[in-house]
């Protein structure tokens, strides 16, 4: 079996300061580097296109070109699918297999990318995802509760998301067509019919969004924890 990774990492993060927030640094090393570890510790990973800034594809950082052979670079979108869609165009025809995974998620395991990547090689289009623990209440535009979903079937999306190469082409192609934007691949796949399972996430897989953030992963990496 022959897998492509794509780390979307084109956010701004505004919510961040100035860098790209899977720039930022964490443990003395970008962001970005400690999921890179992850992903290409599977060598069933043959390919691992990640997505940045346009102005700075255009001059990608020399560490992150000569961190691996398998690493190439493509400009990211305004929106993450549009990151998703401009790596996923130069996934190699002969990949079986995607999985994408946020840069801005530096603790993910090599257990759980080795198990989408499972998952996915099966057939199966799989998101990592985690139970909800609070209540979960949609609400209308004037702060109103309109509806509380029933918390035992609400979960979480984390990535790694993993699909067979033609799933995620295929809905890709569909999405393009209707002009369908979605934040979430499982969910962009989901949409167009194909069945997506839920594996068991982790809760240090945080994303990183807010400066809170980067201190928890800190000091989670610090204890070893
Ligand atoms: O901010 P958000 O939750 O959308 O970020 C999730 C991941 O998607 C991050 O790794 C971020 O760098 C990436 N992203 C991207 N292109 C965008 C927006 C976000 O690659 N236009």
Not at 81 to 100: F, K, P, Y
């Amino acid at each position: 079996m022959r897998a492509a990774v794509i780390v979307p990492a084109a956010g701004q993060g505004r919510r961040m300061g100035s860098l790209p927030k899977a720039f930022l640094p964490l443990a003395g090393r970008p962001v970005i580097a400690h999921a890179l570890e992850a992903l290409l510790h599977d060598d069933r990973v043959t390919q691992a296109v990640i997505a940045i800034d346009a102005a700075q594809a255009a001059d990608p950082p020399p560490w992150l070109t000569q961190l691996d052979p398998r690493v190439c670079i493509v400009a990211g979108g305004q929106e993450r699918t549009g990151s998703v869609r401009n790596a996923l165009a130069t996934v190699a025809s002969d990949i079986d297999v995607v999985l994408i995974h946020d840069a801005a998620r530096p603790l993910v395991s090599r257990a759980l990318v080795k198990r989408a990547l499972d998952e996915a090689g099966a057939g199966r289009s799989v998101t990592a995802a985690i139970p909800v623990a609070d209540t979960v209440h949609e609400v209308g535009e004037d702060g109103r509760v309109v509806a509380t979903p029933d918390r035992s079937r609400l979960w979480r999306a984390q990535t790694p998301q993993a699909f067979p190469h033609s799933v995620l082409r295929d809905a890709y192609a569909r999405a393009a067509a209707r002009d369908v934007e979605a934040t979430d691949d499982a969910a962009l796949v989901a949409r167009f019919g194909v069945p997506v399972f839920v594996i068991e996430g982790e809760p240090r897989n945080l994303k990183i969004t807010v400066p809170d953030d980067l201190r928890l992963a800190r000091a989670w990496l610090q204890n070893g924890t």
